[in-house]
């Protein structure tokens, strides 16, 4: 077999829920990310296997004596796909933008940034408040992502209904609840690549139907398999189903909007209802480990001793005796529909909580809707996932506990001063071993609030049939579609 990756051809990834926004700075749920992530491209870029940051739109940078300036050189004869030669101004411009969307987006990732300013054309200055330890890292997400200076003449609504930037593929048409597709870009940066024609994401919300098109090679991918499926899509000829390590923690999220979930006697009952041992095997069928921290194995400054809530039965009705429903009450779990993972998870805590006198609805919605309300924070509680999109814990942390940090705490409203505090210090400490020390302590104290119940770290599984080629999925969640191929 040739080594030469094939050139041509359209991958078609199926998945159970569709996009909800390009917009880069105001974006939470992956199924946008991932395609945005093929058009819109960072400054630095995380290594494949996630623990390292590499240049991209970059070459380098050089950093001040007092670690609050930094030089950062850009990468020559780059062009977005208008034809337009990047610039300092256009990194400017972006990297503004998204620090501007910090009351309800992402620009929270960029609050150590005093100012940017234009050196030259192909130079710029960030100049930082305080010391920033993970700012190179902040400036490989995808909401820092680099876009034409001022929408390239357009407003922000009409730049994101179809958003150019440098990346490998080209914005060609969203079909609402039914498919995006992109087209390569022939004038990319990187020579040679893509080698694919285009790329399509279609949305199928049934597993099991999406099973049977990768089997009958209907779709080249489906990104979302169940784990009751993995063993009879190993066995099929023409397909590959493989698991990927990832930073990936699911969790139930409350809802503190909602009583009785503002009351941590109720959380912590329901996270010590759960046997996670017992949802790993019968949820992920052994491919997974339960979860006892805010932060994931793989993930800097984890701690496996943060003393998150274990499976304890008497404990947990202990905590109903002390808490505001002593007596039981009635609540949903919002699932989205068409997943067996959600379903299993669902019935498992539907049995678990009844025992502690919860009685427990489940809630289906399709999952794009599902989607929708979870960023809504309209649910009792919710099955979700997170998945770093940077290598170093201040992604998340931020995004969970801070309530300025862009998502009301992951949805969730939850607020304790003293673990923002822990938060911010973190964030501005240099020296790794003090770092592991707030972090430590951050967890411990995330973990007594029971703020969400951890379920369990997994890793990411995909499907492809055997005419896919280079496709890798990073611990961080993002795959590079310039390096797919597809054979005939």
Same mark, same amino acid.
């Given at each position: 077999?040739?080594?030469?990756?094939? =050139?041509?051809?359209?991958?078609?990834?199926?998945?159970?829920?569709?996009? #909800?926004?390009?917009?880069?700075?105001?974006?939470?749920?992956?199924?946008? *990310?991932?395609?945005?992530?093929?058009?819109?491209?960072?400054?630095?870029?995380?290594?494949?296997?996630?623990?390292?940051?590499?240049?991209?739109?970059?070459?380098? /940078?050089?950093?001040?004596?007092?670690?609050?300036?930094?030089? #950062?050189?850009?990468?020559?004869?780059?062009?977005?796909?208008?034809?337009?030669?990047?610039?300092?101004?256009?990194?400017?411009?972006?990297?503004?933008?998204?620090?501007?969307?910090?009351?309800?987006?992402?620009?929270?990732?960029?609050?150590?940034?005093?100012? #940017?300013?234009?050196?030259?054309?192909?130079?710029?200055?960030?100049?930082?408040?305080?010391?920033?330890?993970?700012?190179?890292?902040?400036?490989?997400?995808?909401?820092?992502?680099?876009?034409?200076?001022?929408?390239?003449?357009?407003?922000?609504?009409?730049? /994101?209904?179809?958003?150019?930037?440098?990346?490998?593929?080209?914005?060609?048409?969203?079909?609402?609840?039914?498919?995006?597709?992109?087209?390569?870009? =022939?004038?990319?940066?990187?020579?040679?690549?893509?080698?694919?024609?285009?790329?399509?994401?279609?949305?199928?919300?049934?597993?099991?139907?999406?099973?049977?098109?990768?089997?009958?090679?209907?779709?080249?991918?489906?990104?979302?398999?169940?784990?009751?499926?993995?063993?009879? *899509? =190993?066995?099929?000829?023409?397909?590959?189903?493989?698991?990927?390590?990832?930073?990936?923690?699911?969790?139930?999220?409350?809802?503190?909007?909602?009583?009785?979930?503002?009351?941590?006697?109720?959380?912590?009952? #329901?996270?010590?209802?759960?046997?996670?041992?017992?949802?790993?095997?019968?949820?992920?069928?052994?491919?997974?480990?339960?979860?006892?921290?805010?932060?994931?194995?793989?993930?800097?400054?984890?701690?496996?001793?943060?003393?998150?809530?274990?499976?304890?039965?008497?404990?947990?009705? =202990?905590?109903?005796?002390?808490?505001?429903?002593?007596?039981?009450?009635?609540?949903?779990?919002?699932?989205?529909?068409?997943?067996?993972?959600?379903?299993?998870?669902?019935?498992?805590?539907?049995?678990?909580?009844?025992?502690?006198?919860?009685?427990?609805?489940?809630?289906?919605?399709?999952?794009?809707?599902?989607?929708?309300?979870?960023?809504?924070?309209?649910?009792?509680?919710?099955?979700?996932?997170?998945?770093?999109?940077?290598?170093?814990?201040?992604?998340?942390?931020?995004?969970?506990?801070?309530?300025?940090?862009?998502?009301?705490?992951?949805?969730?409203?939850?607020?304790?001063?003293?673990?923002?505090?822990?938060?911010?210090?973190?964030?501005?400490?240099?020296?790794?071993?003090?770092?592991?020390?707030?972090?430590?302590?951050?967890?411990?104290?995330?973990?007594?609030?029971?703020?969400?119940? /951890?379920?369990?770290?997994?890793?990411?599984?995909?499907?492809?049939?055997?005419?896919?080629?280079?496709?890798?999925?990073?611990?961080?969640?993002? /795959?590079?579609?310039?390096?797919?191929?597809?054979?005939?």
């Amino acid at each position: 077999m040739s080594s030469t990756p094939a =050139k041509g051809g359209n991958l078609v990834i199926a998945r159970s829920a569709d996009i #909800i926004s390009m917009d880069k700075t105001m974006t939470f749920d992956n199924n946008s *990310l991932r395609v945005m992530e093929q058009i819109m491209e960072p400054l630095f870029h995380a290594s494949p296997d996630g623990t390292k940051l590499e240049p991209w739109l970059a070459t380098g /940078y050089t950093t001040s004596a007092d670690k609050k300036t930094y030089i #950062i050189n850009l990468r020559k004869g780059v062009k977005f796909s208008n034809g337009k030669t990047l610039t300092a101004a256009d990194v400017k411009f972006s990297i503004d933008q998204n620090t501007a969307s910090s009351a309800a987006g992402w620009g929270f990732i960029n609050t150590a940034i005093q100012n #940017i300013s234009v050196v030259n054309t192909e130079t710029v200055r960030i100049q930082l408040k305080y010391p920033w330890a993970p700012l190179i890292a902040d400036l490989s997400l995808f909401a820092n992502g680099i876009i034409p200076d001022n929408y390239g003449g357009e407003t922000k609504a009409q730049f /994101y209904s179809a958003p150019i930037g440098t990346g490998p593929f080209i914005w060609d048409y969203w079909k609402k609840g039914q498919a995006v597709m992109l087209t390569a870009n =022939k004038d990319y940066w990187q020579p040679g690549k893509p080698y694919l024609n285009s790329v399509e994401w279609t949305v199928v919300p049934d597993a099991n139907t999406r099973k049977l098109q990768v089997q009958g090679g209907q779709i080249d991918i489906d990104d979302t398999p169940d784990w009751s499926s993995l063993a009879s *899509l =190993k066995s099929t000829p023409g397909v590959v189903a493989t698991t990927f390590p990832s930073t990936e923690i699911d969790y139930i999220a409350f809802n503190q909007k909602r009583a009785p979930f503002s009351d941590p006697h109720i959380r912590m009952a #329901i996270s010590e209802a759960i046997d996670r041992n017992a949802m790993v095997q019968a949820v992920l069928f052994g491919n997974g480990t339960p979860a006892y921290s805010l932060l994931m194995p793989g993930v800097p400054y984890f701690d496996s001793n943060a003393g998150g809530a274990t499976y304890n039965v008497a404990a947990a009705k =202990k905590e109903m005796a002390e808490s505001s429903k002593p007596n039981g009450f009635t609540t949903s779990l919002l699932i989205a529909s068409g997943s067996a993972n959600q379903a299993a998870i669902a019935q498992i805590m539907q049995s678990e909580l009844k025992a502690i006198g919860i009685t427990m609805n489940i809630q289906q919605l399709d999952p794009t809707a599902n989607k929708q309300a979870r960023l809504n924070s309209d649910f009792d509680m919710s099955i979700n996932l997170w998945t770093m999109d940077i290598p170093d814990p201040d992604e998340w942390t931020s995004f969970a506990v801070d309530p300025n940090g862009g998502s009301h705490s992951a949805f969730t409203y939850y607020r304790n001063p003293a673990v923002v505090a822990l938060n911010k210090e973190a964030e501005v400490e240099t020296n790794p071993t003090k770092r592991q020390q707030l972090y430590s302590e951050l967890q411990v104290q995330t973990s007594k609030d029971a703020f969400l119940a /951890y379920l369990y770290y997994s890793p990411y599984v995909y499907a492809t049939t055997t005419k896919v080629q280079g496709f890798h999925v990073t611990p961080l969640g993002n /795959y590079l579609l310039q390096d797919v191929s597809k054979t005939n």
